[in-house]
């Protein structure tokens, strides 16, 4: 099996475990980290046995990889991302894949040019449960997703839109094929600077819709979606990867049985199994199953859900009375 070249960028929370995972991949070699921070790069690097490097450019020239992880703050996606697929490198972009659908639309011009693979990290398309549940859903109506937990300072330079609301958007979006005709939004900021509350509506002109709820200032964690369909209603935990059918079923006698069914399938890390799908898409060449054109898909919605939010809370504010 031919070995492909990787490195990550930007080995934070999440990048170290991008690491982690290229050195457990097969036919995969890690060939070094990067990060703005020397100590961090060292303290991810050494306990692997790779290079560390503060420069991407000395990295590119002396590594040569084949393939990255770019797990930069989301504001420093575009530049890192446009950098790396100059370099006639192939990427793998966490998401939001920039902060605007410009960007995004440069990034896969870019790629297309060169002739380059460009993932986007939805990892959530990963999870097993949602991997599964998509083999046997039909025809979606109405699709409701609450993505929920304590507040964390980690994330700061973007909004809970853009940090978790994008994920459900995507995973929506590739659920209910049908054109989105309206969206309807809500936020607002709590403890940051940004919405740390958010809610969405969409409407698809099918007649699907779908919910979402998603909260970083909130005391319990909580990440799951609820698919319903004429027939039967389903409940995916995106933590446990677990599923849940709940159906009816008519006897010949006329009476309506409740079936509750509890599906059973292999589980794995979505990071693990996410990763080499990007290997194997470079190795063969392949496209992968969440590309640009999706994470710029998504990212578009998100921007009008974004637009939405700031207008209506922009008027709130110039209609505020003091009673």
């Not at 939805?122 to 999870?127: A, G, K, P, Q, S």
């Not at 507040?151 to 054109?179: A, C, K, N, T």
């Amino acid at each position: 099996m031919e070995e492909i070249k990787v490195g990550v960028i930007g080995v934070g929370h999440l990048g170290m475990h991008h690491a982690r995972v290229y050195t457990e991949i097969l036919g995969a070699k890690l060939v070094g980290v990067v990060d703005i921070d020397e100590d961090r790069a060292h303290a991810v690097a050494d306990p692997i046995g790779v290079p560390a490097f503060t420069d991407i450019e000395c990295f590119l020239k002396q590594a040569k990889p084949d393939a990255i992880s770019i797990v930069v703050p989301t504001s420093m996606h575009y530049e890192v991302a446009k950098t790396v697929l100059e370099h006639g490198v192939n990427v793998l972009v966490e998401k939001p894949v920039t902060t605007s659908v410009d960007e995004a639309e440069k990034l896969l011009r870019l790629a297309v040019k060169k002739d380059l693979i460009l993932q986007v990290g939805h990892i959530e398309r990963f999870n097993s449960a949602v991997q599964h549940v998509r083999e046997f859903i039909h025809e979606p109506y109405f699709i409701q997703t609450h993505r929920m937990g304590p507040f964390s300072p980690r994330i700061s330079d973007v909004g809970v839109v853009l940090d978790l609301m994008i994920h459900d958007v995507d995973i929506i979006l590739s659920m209910i094929h049908s054109e989105l005709v309206s969206i309807s939004a809500i936020g607002r900021c709590i403890r940051t600077d940004h919405e740390d509350i958010a809610s969405a509506q969409l409407m698809f002109a099918n007649g699907a819709m779908a919910q979402i709820l998603v909260s970083r200032v909130s005391e319990k964690r909580s990440r799951q979606m609820e698919i319903t369909e004429p027939e039967r209603y389903i409940t995916v935990n995106y933590e446990t990867q677990d599923i849940t059918v709940q159906r009816h079923v008519k006897q010949s006698g006329g009476k309506v049985l409740e079936v509750m069914e509890h599906p059973v399938f292999t589980k794995a890390e979505p990071l693990k199994l996410e990763l080499q799908h990007f290997v194997s898409c470079v190795r063969d060449g392949k496209q992968p199953i969440v590309g640009i054109k999706d994470g710029k898909r998504a990212l578009e919605v998100c921007v009008a859900i974004l637009r939405q939010i700031n207008e209506q809370n922009s008027n709130l504010s110039e209609n505020v009375v003091v009673i």
